[in-house]
């Protein structure tokens, strides 16, 4: 059974209101792989009556079609950042929607965290509190640089006029909060929860105001290193920055959640399918990969300059159990469509799955030192695929599992660095994982660009492709890799693309037949980079590309065939 989205379900339910009603902008799509999805059903198990609305029409009264909930409204932009989704890097609008039955991106409004609050605004005079919550909301809950307006915008509690946000993965944060609005508690004493205070909080991190950073790009440079080093449960304090005459509270993270809780929410009741609400409107693509996918664990400790995972997810591995993970897939083989291929089996980074840092575990992220950078892992963190191995080997043996993919992202560099195990972990992957292809994501291979991206150098992705073939030689297997690159990055000149190219044809004998554009998306450095043309280590001044032509060319000179295919060159360094 679905959660209600409609008046009739409500009717069936014998329900008069629900305590919760969440707004997403992505259909409503029953997945453990979809995050209002699983904020419905983990708030169901707790006893609450909880109702979703996907894609609400905007143009009319349709956010009404619930009523009014008891406790609260929950509000997501969805699956994706909105801006993202509506736009390429170049901005140009995008015309399908992975999350919008029959694909046409005509669903989903631009900045729809903003839209959807204000819409509750509009048909719900002096409502219940509105919550912020998904990766749109989490991102923006500080000063941050919007690419789209070409700008720092304030937290997005100001801009939404919601009264709270709920950041991170935030599984804990959203137990806590709905108990304390339950009982009568002050759900400001939550932590993992943003809201807006008349007055500072002395004990807290105070950042640069939002004015500073307008003034001064140092400042906000400072702002997004306190931001940045505060998201660990264990160590970060609380942080206040005025914004006019008010301020924003982050209280510190909450808790992650441990190895039972993380096999709890992958026991809750999923259909694994669009509700029949938007079915007659068409299938929506995304189910085809997440529908017989599993999720292996939460977290990424890769800190790409470029990505906000690790913000939004957090650095730390959280994992479930091999146990639960083998009775997933034992479940799949119940589905009539089950054809016997399970699609992935991964997280944010598939093998960082069961291990990590003992002195994270213990203290918290280091301030100092990366898990991982470009020239070296970090000797504390003891890589071992062993536990992942085992894993896939006993999903093979699950009757009914043809094949079970590892399709997330793959760090090769961390493959090499395990000794042990690593060797035999990737002959695991090349003989029975992988379709044909694996994909890596290597991004560049100028030193100075992919230091500015935080990735491993190029001669980690060198070692990585002579094991690879080798392993594919003694197999017997004609498999390839397929490379994700990105040009435009900070730093990134044209240059450095020719290096790049050249690199590809001469030492990966292959021609790129895609390469994407950089997007400077909120709460990561490289977004930092773009708005600052500053290094924010050195904080001295890097070269930046901003005319959408130049970052046009940056790209066509990588995917450009032949162009290099007979030509001599000298270094590859940029």
């Known amino acids: 059974m679905f959660l209600p989205t409609t008046k009739e379900e409500l009717n069936k339910l014998g329900w008069e209101q629900c305590d919760v009603i969440l707004v997403t902008g992505d259909a409503y799509i029953d997945s453990p792989f979809i ?62 929607d992975d999350y919008t039955p029959d694909g046409k991106n005509d669903k989903r409004p631009d900045r729809a965290t903003l839209v959807y609050t204000n819409l509750i605004r509009k048909h719900f005079k002096n409502t219940v509190p509105i919550v912020l919550g998904g990766i749109e909301a989490s991102l923006r809950r500080v000063t941050h640089y919007d690419y789209w307006s070409n700008k720092l915008r304030k937290p997005i509690l100001f801009d939404a006029k919601a009264d709270y946000l709920i950041y991170g993965m935030g599984e804990i944060a959203i137990k806590e909060f709905s108990a304390a609005l339950r009982d009568g508690a002050n759900p400001q004493e939550v932590r993992g929860v943003c809201y807006i205070s008349k007055e500072p909080k002395a004990d807290y991190i105070q950042l640069p105001s939002h004015q500073a950073c307008l003034d001064n790009k140092e400042r906000y440079i400072d702002l997004f290193d306190a931001f940045y080093q505060n998201n660990d449960p264990i160590n970060a304090k609380g942080l206040c920055q005025q914004i006019d005459t008010r301020y924003s509270i982050q209280n510190p993270p909450c808790d992650y959640l441990d190895e039972k809780e993380m096999d709890a929410i992958a026991k809750l009741p999923h259909q694994r399918e669009l509700h029949p609400f938007h079915r007659s409107q068409g299938k929506v693509k995304c189910l085809e990969t997440i529908k017989f996918s599993i999720q292996t ?40 469509d089950f054809k016997g ?13 069961g291990y990590e840092c003992g002195k994270k575990l213990k203290k918290g992220t280091c301030d100092d030192i990366r898990c991982v950078d470009y020239d070296r892992l970090c000797k504390v963190m003891k890589v071992d695929h062993s536990r992942h191995l085992k894993l896939l080997k006993d999903i093979r043996q699950v009757p009914g599992i043809k094949k079970a993919f590892v399709a997330s992202g793959i760090r090769y560099d961390v493959i090499t660095a395990d000794k042990k195990h690593g060797y035999e972990y990737l002959k695991e992957l090349v003989n029975h994982h992988i379709s044909g292809q694996m994909k890596v994501a290597p991004e560049h291979t100028s030193d100075r660009v992919l230091k500015l991206m ?97 970052k046009e060319k940056q790209k066509d000179i990588v995917i450009t065939k032949d162009a290099y295919k007979n030509k001599k060159f000298d270094n590859f360094n940029g």
């Not at 969805?78 to 399908?96: E, L, P």
């Not at 909120?522 to 708005?531: D, Q, R």
């Open 35 to 96: 995050g209002v999805a699983v904020v419905g059903r983990m708030l169901e198990a707790q006893g609450y009556k909880v109702g979703i609305i996907g894609q609400p029409d905007v143009l009319s009264d349709d956010i009404m079609r619930l009523g009014e909930p008891k406790l609260y409204w929950g509000v997501s932009g969805g699956s994706i950042d909105s801006m993202v989704s509506n736009y390429t890097a170049t901005k140009k609008f995008r015309n399908s």
């Open 297 to 336: 664990h939460h977290g990424c400790w890769g800190e790409c300059n470029f990505c906000a995972i690790g913000v939004h997810q957090g650095r730390t591995i959280r994992t479930r159990s091999e146990q639960s993970i083998l009775e997933e897939a034992k479940e799949f083989t119940m589905y009539k």
């Open 341 to 353: 291929i399970i699609s992935d089996v991964g997280g944010p980074t598939a093998n960082m799955y």
């Open 454 to 550: 935080g990735k491993p150098g190029k001669q980690s992705l060198v070692d990585f492709k002579r094991l690879y073939d080798q392993l594919n030689k003694e197999a017997g297997k004609n498999q390839f890799l397929t490379y994700y690159l990105i040009a435009a990055h900070p730093g990134c000149e044209e240059k450095d693309m020719h290096a790049l190219k050249q690199f590809t044809t001469h030492e990966l004998k292959m021609n790129p037949e895609q390469a994407q554009i950089f997007t400077p998306t909120p709460s990561t450095y490289s977004a930092v980079m773009y708005y600052t043309e500053m290094d924010p280590i050195t904080r001295k001044k890097i070269y930046v590309e901003k005319d959408t032509k130049r």
